[in-house]
């Protein structure tokens, strides 16, 4: 286990929980129907997988390879296979929102700070920040890449779900045992045995609903926690890199049901993107989601 790093293990008749912090978030594993040690590895090991994604491309940090490629001062950088399939898959992503989802769209937090205030940028701080975005200005070959100066990449709208999928990938390893792994309400499972219920998180109430499912997994994308207030106008933080300005009339949650975590996390961000439009794109993708506008009841299709 990383050093200064806490996990904690419990028990609740034939159900196992760890617990530990990763991404900013309250992480969990759970287990049924197994030994206390097959428990322990299981849990530590998807402990073990969330840390090192998060050392790996944080952009919070100025010693891995996010803040190589962000410092690149316009040189080419060397990435490896699986940073290589996570930028295939930001490309997709911008790609199938005609733009609207971005990886390079961070810079934009040098205007929009989303700390509390009320404190909204200047359209001149913003218009000054579009031509460091643009994933059309970033070039790429097999294994490297390519920012222009004063470009960065931030990979936060895929990496935690990507991190879910893949802890709960090298969890399956230690047991076909009843799972679920849950990193900040991002998860995935499966049970063979009872189902597993999550309640979904409300703006107005605790509890907005609650899935029971054997199989599958669940994402949100949301501002209900970061915005902006400013003469009785609500500013999100879910920002169109297009413009450089908050979505208009977004939701403030969706939450997705889908197969893996990133499959469900792509949907839900891409339908918060879409703004009052948001459950059109859903829809017409087919699946279970939940959209909270407002105070008012999530709605779900």
């Not at 994604?53 to 803040?67: G, H, T, V």
């Not at 998860?187 to 703006?203: F, I, K, N, Y």
Request: proline residues 4%.
């Amino acid at each position: 286990m990383k050093q200064g790093k806490a996990l904690t293990l419990e028990q609740d008749g034939p159900l196992w929980r760890g617990r530990f912090a990763a991404m900013a978030s309250p992480c969990e594993c759970l287990v049924r129907h197994v030994s206390e040690k097959l428990a322990r590895q299981v849990v530590q090991a998807v402990a073990e997988e969330a840390w090192r994604i998060e050392y790996k491309f944080s952009r919070y940090r100025d010693d891995n390879l996010m803040a190589a490629i962000n410092a690149g001062d316009a040189q080419w950088v060397v990435v490896d296979d699986e940073t290589a399939r996570l930028l295939d898959f930001a490309e997709q992503c911008w790609q199938l929102s005609e733009g609207a989802f971005d990886i390079t769209s961070g810079v934009l937090r040098r205007a929009w700070r989303f700390d509390g205030s009320d404190r909204v940028p200047e359209p001149a701080q913003v218009d000054a920040l579009l031509p460091l975005v643009g994933w059309d200005k970033v070039e790429r070959k097999a294994d490297r890449i390519r920012l222009q100066k004063g470009m960065e990449l931030d990979l936060g709208g895929i990496g935690k779900e990507y991190a879910v999928d893949s802890a709960f990938q090298l969890a399956g390893k230690f047991t076909d045992a009843d799972l679920l792994v849950n990193f900040g309400g991002d998860l995935v499972g499966r049970s063979a045995t009872a189902p597993w219920q999550v309640g979904m998180e409300g703006t107005a109430r605790p509890m907005a609903g609650q899935l029971k499912f054997t199989s599958g997994a669940l994402a949100t994308s949301g501002d209900r926690r970061r915005f902006l207030l400013r003469n009785g106008v609500r500013y999100s933080h879910v920002l169109d890199p297009r413009s450089g300005w908050p979505v208009a009339e977004a939701p403030r949650a969706v939450t997705v049901f889908g197969q893996q975590c990133t499959q469900a996390g792509l949907l839900s961000t891409l339908a918060l993107l879409q703004g009052k439009h948001a459950d059109e794109l859903l829809r017409e993708a087919g699946v279970q989601y939940w959209i909270q506008w407002g105070d008012d009841a999530p709605v779900t299709g």
